[in-house]
């Protein structure tokens, strides 16, 4: 067998009743089949879409978004091998950042990927990564129908695996480095004869590794199930997902740190002891500020110091608090479902509907000095037995349902497709406090409860609104064109709990209660094939807007609030790309240049004391301009070699200063590159498979980013290595269908600072929001199919 990179037929419209049929491997489909990278022919936008053989490549348990790193453009970095991690995970694509772009699996939305995801969650949640049948990136536009309020850059498109027409499954488990273990089981039904051809499939999966520096370990467990059954003249399908994840976290770095304390620094669990020495430290030198050190037992101002006995030297080698804290993790619990129906009702009109549910609770923790019992009344007899250090959680509470659907007519020439969305979603976030005793802390992977105190706490409602309506019209058998647009509307209702440790006198400015809209009723994209020679010309431009995040209701007054709903527009974009495909024997490839002008821009600054009495709230900041170029290509030399490369050369940068509400300049941004943008990305993979043995090879280069808006904190460029060997045994019932597989990431052992801003982006020459990279490690996977 030969890794082909092949281009595949994707018209603009798509009838539902195809789209769905793509999910699952035809009857016939060899399960050796090629390894195949659809280069979207057709497609009037730069596109590529990989299959679940590219997956399988990867070490098992790897996130669907580790896949995308080797398409032209791509910025992917994370601190763990697979890019499970949440916390770290992160993708760049033409300057847009992770929360910029869009996200569905079966059409379903995820939301924008962030960590605090208030409107989604992370594909890694919802569905095991081996129960995937394909990625589409769209790099800088995502198609009309895509169910996205964050898109402004461009979407991935996740595509489940369906159920396999005959009785079957497969097992696969799998070891390696840091006491990992993943094991995975499948069972397939089979076409059902009795049931008009029903089939379905029941998935499960278990993950645990200990983390590659410092103490504790990264879980997930997951559970899927899948169906198709003929009804009429359609298939009805379905999709569950059960999803329970447990993350420790590793610790936030800057350049300082990791030049002073080392690549492999990280918090300081399980030393329970020392956490409570610097705990008592800080406060006794004030650097937590949670008591006034004049007045260690206390004064009408302030809450007794914890220990003072303690001191006010740095226990070696710290030199504050923030060096080292004691544990972190992430704790998310999800279920996620959908209802599909698909069917051609005539020969040129075919229908697609999908109904979806998602619930989710999600706990953020941080073993934090800086608050602890004693600021809220804990007597001052209790200093033996409470520790200095609480528990701080960022708490989730996510309700969403909603329905999207499309009708799509062949009319002569035409392809007409109109489509909706709906979603209405509850969701609540509250910050709290627990208290932890010296003698032991809590256990960091489970869930929290009985709070000292609740710092913050809102109700959201998002009502979100999209329909759409567009057209492809072959002009010639070379010539096509389509044109349409969207209308999207999103309303976010919030209801203060607590606000500043207390519940809010009603009416008061500090009672929020309020409601802010995103709307834009007219998005357009037009675009155009053109088949020339061996390959096609393309291109396309699109407008699009992101919706107001959480951030004009965070932490603000009533005054505040109604301030930004009065002066701050959503972010919005226009995106013009265009490029060339080509396929010709062994060789094919694509090329496309783009420019976008990405507008109101959104950053939180201060807005004057006259105003809304100095909070930071979020303004419009002007804007940025993008340019560049996508190389990609590959060349079958043989039957069983293939080499794939690509180039990306991206060129971003702010328009404008950042001023605030008197005008004066604040951040001279103006003509600044873009954080977290580099303008080198070079990729290359030797891949082999002569239908036994399989490898590849596969390096990435990335270049220097900047991680200040005003270009003065830079990480280093890199190159990664990975390498996939392995073998498909046959000769027997009992071999056939058996393989194993060795995974080696980051071959060449590589040091290097991966995913830049996981505290967010600031002005100075450093910051402590950088991960570096897992170093090498080695897994080995077994799989057994039946």
Known sequence: MKIKLLMGAAIVSLSAGQAWAQSAPAPDDDPNRDVVIIYGEGETRQIQTLTSEDLGLEAAGSSPIKLIESLPGVNYTAADPFGAYEWAVNINIRGFQKDQLGYTLDKVPLGDMSYGNYNGLHISRAIISENLGKVELAQGSASLATASTSNLGGALAFTSRGPADDFGGEIALTGGSENMFRGYARLESGAIDAIGGGKAYISYANQEQDKWKGNGPQKLEQFNVGFEQPIGPGVLSGFYDWSKRRETDYQDLSLEMINRLGYEWDNSAPNWALANRVGDVAANNGYSGVCNPLFPDGSPTSAPCPNPSAGTA???????????????????????????????????????????????????????????????????????????????????????????????????????EGGFWYEFNDFNQDRRFYANTRLAPRPTLDFMRNPFATQWSYAYDFETTMFYLQDSWDITPDLTISGGFKSVSVDMTVDTNVNGFAVPTPGANNDLDGTITSEDNFLPQ?????????????????????????????????????????NTNPESSKTLEGGYRYRNGPFQGVAAAYFVKFEDRLLGISSGAGIIGNPSVIQNVGGVETKGFELAGSYEFSDQWTLTGSYAYNDSKYEDDVRNALGAVIQATGGKTVVNAPKHLLKADLGYDDGAFYGKLSLAYTGSRYFSYLNTAEVDAYTLADFTAGYRFSGNDLLEGAEIQLNATNLFDERYVSTIGTNGFGTGADSQTLMVGSPRQFFVTVRKSF
């Open 526 to 566: 037009v675009g155009f094939t053109y088949a020339l020679g061996d390959g096609e010309i393309f291109g396309g431009y699109t407008e699009n807007m992101r919706a107001f995040t959480l951030a004009p209701a965070a932490s603000q007054t009533q005054s505040g609030f109604d301030f930004i709903k009065a």
């Open 314 to 416: 740095w226990p070696a080698p710290y030199i504050n608090a923030d060096d080292a804290y004691y544990d972190a993790a992430g704790l998310r619990d999800d279920t996620l479902a959908r209802l599909s129906y698909d069917a051609d009702l005539t020969n040129d009109l075919a229908l697609s509907v999908t109904a979806y549910i998602h619930e989710n609770e999600g706990q953020g923790i941080w073993f934090t000095p800086y608050v602890n019992p004693f600021q809220f009344g804990a007597p001052i007899s209790q200093r033996a037995t409470i520790s200095p250090v609480s528990v701080r959680t960022t708490e989730y509470d996510m309700n969403r349902n909603g329905a999207l659907g499309s009708l799509t007519w062949a009319l002569g020439d035409h392809t007409i």
